[in-house]
């Protein structure tokens, strides 16, 4: 049974919108949230992360939304580039356990000039 | 300061063969885990070293899967013997502490025919 979904498996954005990717989770024990960012034959690349004591987190063209009465998180970005045409993994970890990550599926952004 | 590296970047091998999958993490690093993901689907969760201690394998599929990290250096996953649906992209990644955000590296892509 998946911990972190991400419904979306794909998003089609314009140079210069905001992209919003989406994540839910079912583990109330999870108390931090990452994402992750990966190009075609390369690792996945942290981009940004947030505690569960926060409700947001921003860092440059990137923010992220928590809402934990809800088991969800966001990623914002904006604005796009086409440079950020990669697939978005969400990840989750309950710190107090083992600390491993759980992954979502991923959503694949493509930006359009 | 180097990446975490992996070895080799492709394998392909039939099945009922034996595959050594090598990783070589950030220096001073003395968290590894090893991933995969199979298919498309999410990456999942293998195993966690610290230093050349097992700290968590519970996501070893099976005994067919052996890791080790003698010294606390580098680390290998062998799988012995190779079955069809042990194909995918195994990633390796470091830490410096449990829960920082994971550094991975470019993954092995393992076939089995």
């Known amino acids: 049974d998946q911990q972190v979904k991400q419904n979306s498996p794909s998003l089609s954005v314009q140079e210069g919108r905001i992209s919003i990717l989406n994540c839910d989770y079912t583990n109330s024990m999870f108390d931090y949230f990452l994402w992750y960012k990966k190009y075609p034959a390369e690792g996945p690349t942290f981009l940004i992360s947030?505690?569960?004591?926060?409700d947001k987190n921003e860092d440059g063209r990137f923010t992220v939304f928590l809402n934990k009465s809800a088991k969800h998180l966001s990623l914002h970005i904006v604005p796009s580039q086409p440079g950020d045409s990669a697939v978005y993994f969400c990840?989750?970890?309950?710190?107090?356990?083992?600390?491993?990550?759980?992954f979502g599926k991923g959503t694949k952004l493509s930006v359009k000039p | 300061e180097a990446g975490v590296t992996q070895f080799p970047s492709h394998s392909v091998i039939e099945k009922g063969q034996t595959v050594t999958l090598r990783c070589d993490p950030i220096s001073g690093h003395d968290n590894l885990y090893w991933y995969r993901r199979v298919m498309g689907k999410e990456i999942k969760f293998l195993l966690h070293f610290v230093k050349e201690s097992k700290q968590d394998e519970s996501g070893m599929p099976n005994n067919r899967f052996l890791a080790e990290r003698t010294g606390g250096t580098y680390s290998t996953l062998k799988v012995q013997p190779a079955e069809l649906e042990d194909s995918g992209v195994y990633f390796c990644?470091?830490?410096?502490?449990?829960?920082?955000?994971?550094?991975f590296g470019n993954g092995t892509r393992l076939t089995v025919t």
């Open positions: 990644a470091s830490s410096q502490l449990v829960a920082a955000p994971l550094h």
């Open positions: 990840a989750a970890s309950d710190r107090g356990s083992q600390g491993n990550l759980i």
């Open positions: 947030i505690s569960s004591i926060k």
